[in-house]
Structure formats: C-alpha cells, structure tokens
C-alpha cells in the first residue's frame, strides 16, 4: 500500500497559471513532510514541513501542511516554462525512514 | 563545497554480473540513503545507513542487493548477478543526522542491464 499519494499525477498549464499539487499520506509516526523538485536529475530540496497550519513561501512557490488532514499542498503562482518538472512529496516517519510518492509531473506551456 | 557525489553516472551490465554503486555524501553529512527510481514511479527507499551500520535495509532485496559505508570512503551499494529488473535509476542522499533530516541527493547511478 503506499503511504504517499500524490495529485494529479500530472498536469498541463500555461505560463502565468497558478497550479496547486497536492500529497496526502498515512505513517504512523509522523515527523516531517518534504517537497522536492526533479529535473533531469537529482530532486533538489524545496520545503520541509512539521507544523500544521505555517506556510512556508520561496518566491513563487509555497506549502501548507495540515496534520488534521494528513496532507499537504504546493502552489505555485504565475508559473513558468523553468517550473516543468516532477514535484515530489516524502514523509519522514520515526526511525529516519522516508517515503516518497510517485511525483506530480508539471509542465508550464509557454 | 561538493554536494552528494554518485559515481559512474551511467553503469551498463549484461545479465550475471556484478554492479558497484558509489556514494560520497556531502561534508559533515553522516546519514546515507538509497533510493532507486523506476520509469513511470516515485523514489523507493532502500536503505538507510550510518557510518559503519545498516541502520534501516526494510526496502531492500533480501537476495543479491547489498550497501555498505565503511568508515573512510563511499558508501558503496552493490547488486549480484543483475537482471534486467534491476535496470533503474538509483539515487543516494545524504543528511547531516543531527538536527536537521533535509536529504541532499546525488545527481544519480542509471543502471542498465542487457
């Protein structure tokens, strides 16, 4: 079963578009939720979340995570082709053991 | 300052052979993990070590996978007798294990097995 499951698997925009992905998962201790962005190569680290109802904000790209919910979300304002990439989400669970989803693959439309 | 380090970048096998992953984490990190990718899939943890343990091998083939990280040198992941399912992107991150568990990833090892 997996434990982190992301939406929509992937979506098409156009530039100027403001997306929202979205990860929701199920561990059993939790301790933090991640986002990554993955270009051709090594996913490059974005956020890391641990409190319930903070946004965290970089530029154009923010994330909220909501522990009652057992989710997260990603937004991304006024999007650009640079934006194309697979968004992961990962959970940390006690023990150091993360888990990551399979990806939303986002492609800004110029 | 170098950030997680894999090498070969690219590793091509035939069935039966012996394939050998490296994995300098960045310094000061203590912490490594591996992941391996599959098309069309997400990241799926492996293994979790720190320097000299296996801490965590719970996403790790029981049979002819292996991973080390001795204390000098690379951490090293190693595949016996390969087969065409292994073919995959394997990726290495490394934390520094100490109040922060932000992972640094490599740029990836792309295994192909003929």
């Known amino acids: 079963e997996d434990k982190v499951v992301q939406s929509p698997l992937s979506l098409v925009v156009h530039e100027g578009d403001t997306v929202t992905l979205n990860c929701s998962y199920e561990v059993t201790n939790f301790r933090s939720l991640l986002w990554y962005k993955q270009e051709k190569k090594a996913p490059t680290f974005l956020f890391m979340l641990t409190s319930s109802g903070i946004e965290k904000k970089s530029g154009r790209l923010s994330s909220i995570l909501d522990k009652k919910e057992l989710s997260s979300i990603l937004n991304i304002t006024a999007t650009q082709t640079g934006d194309s990439a697979i968004y992961l989400c990962a959970v940390e669970e006690g023990g150091n053991q993360f888990y990551f989803g399979t990806g939303t693959s986002l492609t800004v439309i110029p | 300052n170098a950030g997680v380090m894999q090498n070969p970048r690219h590793l091509v096998r035939r069935r039966g052979q012996e394939a050998r992953l490296r994995c300098s984490p960045m310094?000061?990190?203590?912490?490594v993990y591996w992941y391996r990718q599959l098309p069309e899939e997400g990241l799926k943890f492996m293994v979790y070590l720190q320097k000299e343990n296996i801490i965590d091998e719970s996403g790790m083939p029981k049979e002819r996978f292996s991973a080390e990280f001795p204390k000098e040198g690379p951490s090293i992941l190693r595949i016996q007798q390969v087969v065409r399912g292994d073919s995959a992107a394997y990726f290495c991150?490394?934390?520094?294990?100490?109040?922060?568990?932000?992972?640094?990833f490599g740029a990836g090892t792309r295994l192909s097995v003929l």
């Open positions: 991150a490394s934390s520094p294990g100490t109040g922060s568990n932000i992972q640094y």
């Open positions: 310094k000061g990190h203590s912490h």
